[in-house]
């Protein structure tokens, strides 16, 4: 196929220029792919100057994108995931009869493992592997036939089978309020450090977001504490050490049995929160139906 019908640059350079963009760095893109930053440069300006724009600003020997860049970055990247992705699906090896769930790790472990055994009772002639992961869907090296995931989050190729509400409000540990009259108002909680799950991209609501939706003016003096984990995020917040944001399906264990309390009233709706993906593949196993079903039934709870 002649790609210029389709009025591409050449494509050797969108790779440099994609994990350039995803670093907003020259030398940690060459480290990555193995070049010269020399080289990573060479590519880029070369892109520049056939799309006749900057995608890049150089300032002090530092590298930042431009809008025209940030732009063009997403697009790249997600297409390249979604190669990236397919591939991933093709060269995969299935165990022989196993269905693959791909479950973000929050959702594995605070929603999906509870439930788990009324599949299996439900369906004992099923062989169930969950696949648990931080990473998004395109980001996954193995083939899955079934997945969860934020709906923010990269999801490629794979198909959309239906979404899922869910709820947003801070959690913390009884103890951290117990010398104060309760419920808090939103406002109130700028005086306990706030327990953050910072990633990038951020895939998630953070508080600022949160503050927003629930129309409280962000305080400059807020502490934050970040992780890069939610159920590490959770379990500081277990432990006393500040408020978290919680999703109701991941918490409300955590809530029954008085680990976790809600401080405040405010919360966030999401009636999109979740996503549940079924495999772009053709090799389509045949209980995919079925689990994804089962998921729908237990979602709509």
């Known amino acids: 196929m002649d790609v210029r019908r389709y009025n591409l640059p050449p494509l050797s350079r969108l790779r440099p220029f994609e994990a350039a963009a995803r670093y907003e760095s020259f030398s940690l893109a060459a480290d990555e792919l193995g070049m010269t930053q020399t080289a990573v440069?060479?590519?880029?300006?070369?892109?520049?100057?056939?799309?006749?724009?900057?995608?890049?600003e150089r300032r002090n020997r530092a590298v930042f994108l431009t809008d025209a860049g940030r732009r063009l970055g997403r697009v790249v990247s997600t297409a390249l995931a979604d190669v990236a992705a397919e591939v991933a699906h093709i060269r995969g090896q299935r165990r022989s009869g196993e269905l693959v769930l791909h479950c973000q790790l929050c959702e594995a472990f605070y929603w999906l493992m509870p439930r788990l055994s009324r599949f299996h009772e439900q369906f004992p002639d099923v062989e169930l592997r969950?696949?648990?992961?931080?990473?998004?869907?395109?980001?996954?090296?193995?083939?899955?036939?079934?997945?969860?995931?934020?709906?923010?989050?990269?999801?490629?190729?794979?198909?959309?089978?239906?979404?899922?509400?869910?709820?947003?409000?801070?959690?913390?540990?009884?103890?951290?309020?117990?010398?104060?009259?309760?419920?808090?108002?939103?406002?109130?909680?700028?005086?306990?450090?706030?327990?953050?799950?910072?990633?990038?991209?951020?895939?998630?609501?953070?508080?600022?977001?949160?503050?927003?939706?629930?129309?409280?003016?962000?305080?400059?003096?807020?502490?934050?504490?970040?992780?890069?984990?939610?159920?590490?995020?959770?379990?500081?917040?277990?432990?006393?050490?500040?408020?978290?944001?919680?999703?109701?399906?991941?918490?409300?264990?955590?809530?029954?049995?008085?680990?976790?309390?809600?401080?405040?009233?405010?919360?966030?709706?999401?009636?999109?929160?979740?996503?549940?993906?079924?495999?772009?593949?053709?090799?389509?196993h045949p209980d995919t139906d079925r689990l994804v079903e089962w998921l729908s039934c237990e979602l709509a709870q």
């Open 41 to 56: 440069s060479k590519q880029i300006a070369q892109l520049e100057n056939e799309l006749g724009t900057a995608l890049f």
């Open 130 to 284: 969950v696949l648990s992961a931080l990473n998004p869907l395109t980001q996954s090296a193995e083939a899955f036939d079934v997945a969860i995931q934020t709906s923010s989050r990269a999801s490629g190729s794979a198909r959309l089978a239906f979404t899922a509400a869910d709820e947003v409000f801070p959690v913390c540990a009884p103890s951290l309020v117990m010398d104060r009259q309760l419920p808090l108002s939103a406002a109130d909680l700028f005086s306990f450090p706030l327990l953050s799950h910072s990633v990038i991209p951020q895939d998630w609501m953070e508080w600022q977001d949160w503050f927003e939706h629930v129309g409280v003016p962000v305080s400059a003096h807020r502490r934050i504490m970040a992780f890069d984990s939610y159920p590490v995020a959770l379990q500081a917040a277990v432990a006393g050490q500040g408020v978290a944001l919680g999703w109701r399906r991941t918490t409300e264990a955590m809530i029954a049995e008085g680990k976790l309390m809600r401080p405040c009233r405010e919360l966030v709706a999401r009636p999109n929160e979740l996503s549940v993906y079924s495999s772009a593949g053709r090799d389509q």
